[in-house]
């Protein structure tokens, strides 16, 4: 069975950094475009950057310039340093991946239970 695991979440300053990270277990055959997301109490989850196999890499605006994802494909790993983190990054972090399995080779979507962040003083 496909599972995704964050972990490196919890209690920052202002102006702090944590590393999260997701690891993916299980029998896949194909581990493709991985995302992390959050979602803030009281609001919608959103999107905050992803990364392909091939290490390409995008962000949503507000974290461009503060937060790196990256991904070790050989363990499996997706990845999210957060640097200079502020009141309003508390979420709970969610990691997402496209996923293959070796029991049909069918590509779907699949979500880690989620980490939280919490930014204050």
């Known amino acids: 069975q496909v599972q995704l695991v964050e972990s490196g979440g919890g209690l920052v300053q202002p102006g702090g950094s944590l590393r999260l990270s997701c690891v993916a277990s299980?029998?896949?055959?194909?581990?493709?475009?991985m995302r992390w997301y959050r979602q803030a109490p009281g609001k919608q989850r959103e999107l905050v950057a992803y990364i392909d196999r091939d290490g390409s890499a995008d962000y949503v605006d507000y974290v461009r310039g503060r937060f790196t994802i990256s991904r070790d494909n050989a363990k499996k790993t997706v990845y999210l340093r957060m640097n200079s983190l502020k009141p309003e990054d508390t979420a709970v972090y969610y990691c997402?991946?496209?996923?293959?399995?070796?029991?049909?080779?069918?590509?779907?979507?699949?979500w880690g239970q989620g980490t939280q962040v919490t930014v204050s003083s």
């Open positions: 299980g029998s896949i055959w194909s581990l493709n475009l």
């Open positions: 997402n991946a496209d996923i293959a399995p070796c029991s049909d080779l069918r590509e779907d979507d699949y």
